[in-house]
């Protein structure tokens, strides 16, 4: 069975094309390559600022997160699902210049009879934590409050999302727009151990979760927790791995662990960039949704994008690509590999930004650079083979 096959009788899809074709129509705001839509200043009437509105959230991470809580009675899980739907907000309004403040409100739908008071309380405690963490490197975001329902009838087990919004100069966006030929490419790894994180991260993000959950459990998970699992999808895509939850792995973390490590911000290391090279700055793309063809959607024009010297992928994902076979292209286009930031510069700034990333504790280096080219066009040269995304 084919990948594609695969991502569609799950129910999910690695580039999303009916969503992009149903929003192909609405107004994309002041500057339509821009990584996030960028509205006129509503609130304040100025014509030097712009007004920013983002919504993500954790996605089927929350439904792993409840498998791992059951199975242990671990709570802690929950504070990492309440990160993912923070960072899945704060990182894409980064790569627009956005680094507060913030506001921030949270949305989380339920079944009340799967999941208590007590998991609410870890996933709203665990995000004012989050955001006292942040403070502490100069991000200011303040829970405005948000909605938590009782909907059991349409949620299986839990969802949580969140809506973040801010108010900033325009003369402080980055927009793309300068994205050009000679260009390098910084790119950010997604895995270890930052300053300001409590433990190792595999690296995992909050994309790709519905195909490595099922791609790496053992099939008994769809008997354990059949509230897991859509009862309409195929027996032959749910639950076909070889792990347990609480396996060892050669990382510290066990499987469950692995695949639920909350989603790396790189908030402190972008506002550091932006204070030092703010004008040196072409773009920065937020390789979730897409992986590592990501950023082909926001060329400013045809150019070639070639990533042939990315780092090289964590254990996390060569154990999914291991566990289900699954291309190495399909892989680098829903994961991000390893590297879940891009910033696109100039060679010499380019240094300064692995230096920066690294004071941080997250490895970096010059992947890839930039060159004209007829079509718009993304080429990954890894060790796995050479492929292109247009």
């Known amino acids: 069975m084919s990948d594609n096959n695969r991502y569609y009788l799950r129910g999910v899809s690695a580039q999303k094309e ?106 709203i405690n665990g995000t004012q934590s989050y955001f006292d963490r942040l403070a ?34 325009r003369d402080k966006l980055v927009t793309t727009e300068k994205m050009q030929h000679g260009d390098v490419i910084v790119s950010l790894a997604s895995y270890g151990q930052a300053t300001y994180e409590d433990e190792y991260n595999s690296g995992m993000g909050s994309n790709g979760l519905t195909s490595a959950r099922h791609e790496m459990l053992k099939k008994e998970y769809a008997a354990k927790y059949p509230e897991s699992v859509d009862p309409n999808l195929p027996a032959n895509v749910v639950y076909n791995g070889k792990y347990a939850l609480t396996d060892a792995t050669e990382t510290p973390l066990n499987v469950g662990k692995m695949i639920l490590s909350p989603t790396r911000t790189y908030a402190p290391v972008v506002l550091k960039v932006l204070e030092q090279h703010f004008d040196k700055i072409h773009g920065i793309i937020h390789c979730s949704g897409g992986g590592q063809s990501k950023c082909l959607h926001y060329l400013p024009k045809p150019l070639r994008v070639v990533k042939n010297n990315l ?3 964590p254990p996390l994902f060569t154990m999914i690509q291991d566990a289900a076979g699954t291309d190495w292209k399909e892989m680098y286009q829903v994961f991000n590999m390893g590297q879940r930031l891009e910033i696109f ?17 997250i490895y970096a280096q010059i992947s890839g650079y930039v060159e004209d080219a007829a079509e718009k066009e993304v080429v990954i040269d890894s060790s796995y083979g050479t492929f292109s995304y247009k």
């Open 311 to 313: 780092l090289d992928a």
């Open 345 to 361: 510069t100039d060679k010499e700034t380019a240094e300064s930004i692995v230096a920066i990333s690294k004071s941080f504790n």
């Open 18 to 123: 009916d969503v992009h074709k149903a929003i192909a129509k609405l107004d994309k705001g002041l500057y339509p390559n821009a990584f996030c839509k960028i509205y006129p200043d509503y609130w304040g009437n100025d014509p030097e600022y712009c007004n920013l509105m983002h919504a993500d959230g954790a996605g089927t991470k929350s439904i792993l997160a409840y498998m791992y809580w059951k199975e242990t009675g671990d709570l802690s899980v929950w504070k990492g699902i309440a990160i993912d739907s923070i960072v899945m907000n704060t990182d894409d309004l980064l790569c627009v210049g956005a680094t507060g403040p913030f506001t921030y409100s949270s949305t989380i739908g339920r079944n009340k009879n799967l999941i208590p008071g007590e998991v609410i309380s870890e996933l």
């Open 136 to 169: 502490e490197y100069g991000i200011d975001v303040r829970l405005m409050g948000g909605e938590t329902a009782d909907v059991g009838d349409v949620v299986r087990t839990v969802i949580v999302d969140g809506t973040m919004a801010c108010r900033m100069r």
